[in-house]
């Protein structure tokens, strides 16, 4: 059996996540590290054992030295599309972090690039191969609550289109799996207790532009299914809200992406209204992936994601969470811009392929925005200063 080679791209967290779910897993090979910092290859390179003449500023010179079959590119968002395409000239497979890219634009032209140079694509959304939700499609594809016929997921507190493109990619995702494509949008975008304004539309680092302190989105999905998906600033992050639930004719579940205990749970017609006493509610055993050690370095939900590399590389298919996902997905949430932006309802695909909010500030004879600070805290407080101006309610 053959084993892969992997080169990790860019070695902080989340570098180190997906570096150690491939050194875990017995058919992949950690062959080369790269990043402009020395002091994060060297630490990650010590703890796996990977070689001093195998740790590389310069990815091209890692890629033609190394000869990787998958090169990972856990970077900053703003940095996922340029790599990308830089590294499938080299002609290798790639599995590259969430969110794919941050348009429209750029998600095409990485799926061109891909097809032209014959390599797969697979976006590190690792909770669609977690065992929590592999627990939750085992039991909706038996049956277990029937046929599908809505579908709600929701944030975890974070500003609202922020998090929508930032962390909710892995929900939508997860939503794909269960529910197919969808088929149109219709959005509501908040900011500061109003609706909010193309002068809300602004460029946040790690996310693009993006609009709404709080945003609400209606879905169509195929086969008749329609759904809800929030997310919604609060003061302090829930991840108990972190989730989606899915109704059918014969029973519901739900999966809190959040948590690390409890899992998904089961809920079979008929049901009644819980009384303290009566909770109908069955929890799913989750499903580790084969040969996973809980004494190993990696998380099970990155082992699981390398290990779906291996199985799809075999058998000559897409990872289960594919580049073609990982397009629905922005296609997904440049609608929900669009859709909150313009006050309209969006099908998807769009037929402009710009950035909606882009196209919407234009439209309007605004600027082109600023890029608000990296840190988090700093964006929420610069986002209210920024907000309590009169021009950010024009």
Request: glycine share 10%; net charge negative; with cysteine.
């Amino acid at each position: 059996m053959k084993t892969y080679r992997v080169a990790i791209l860019g070695c902080r967290g989340r570098g180190t996540a997906a570096a150690r779910g491939y050194y875990s897993h017995p058919r992949t090979e950690v062959v080369g590290l790269c990043d402009l910092i020395p002091e994060r290859f060297n630490t990650l390179g010590d703890e796996l054992g990977v070689p001093n003449s195998a740790r590389y500023t310069d990815l091209d010179k890692m890629i033609e030295e190394t000869q990787p079959d998958i090169v990972a590119i856990p970077t900053a968002t703003e940095l996922h599309f340029p790599l990308s395409m830089r590294v499938l000239e080299h002609g290798v497979h790639i599995d590259v972090e969430k969110p794919m890219t941050l348009d429209l634009i750029q998600a095409d032209a990485l799926i061109a690039k891909a097809k032209e140079k014959g390599s797969r694509v697979a976006v590190h959304h690792q909770g669609g191969v977690g065992i929590h939700v592999k627990a939750a499609l085992k039991a909706y594809r038996e049956g277990r609550i029937g046929e599908l016929r809505y579908i709600h997921s929701a944030g975890k507190g974070y500003y609202g289109g922020f998090e929508l493109i930032h962390q909710d990619t892995h929900i939508l995702n997860n939503d794909i799996l269960f529910a197919g494509r969808c088929k149109a949008v219709s959005a509501v975008a908040v900011s500061g207790g109003r609706s909010a304004t193309p002068a809300d539309a602004h460029r946040v680092w790690g996310a693009g532009t993006i609009i709404g302190e709080h945003l609400n989105a209606a879905m169509e999905w195929e086969n008749g299914v329609t759904g809800t998906h929030f997310c919604h600033r609060f003061a302090q992050n829930d991840t108990t809200a972190h989730v989606t639930e899915l109704y059918g004719t014969e029973g519901r579940i739900i999966v809190n992406h959040s948590a690390k205990q409890g899992g998904p749970r089961l809920l079979q017609q008929p049901q009644y209204y819980p009384d303290g006493t009566n909770d109908q509610w069955q929890p799913l055993d989750p499903i580790y992936p084969e040969g996973y050690d809980e004494s190993m370095s990696a998380s099970e939900d990155d082992f699981g994601y390398a290990d779906e590399y291996v199985r799809a590389l075999d058998e000559g298919r897409d990872h289960a969470c594919s580049g073609a996902n990982g397009h629905h997905v922005v296609e997904i949430i440049m609608a929900i811009y669009e859709s909150a932006g313009y006050g309209r309802r969006v099908e998807i695909p769009q037929q402009n392929r710009e950035h909606p909010l882009v196209r919407l500030r234009r439209e309007h004879g605004l600027p082109d925005t600023t890029q608000s600070p990296i840190q988090y805290a700093d964006l929420l407080e610069a986002e209210d200063q920024r907000r309590a101006t009169p021009a950010a309610a024009g």
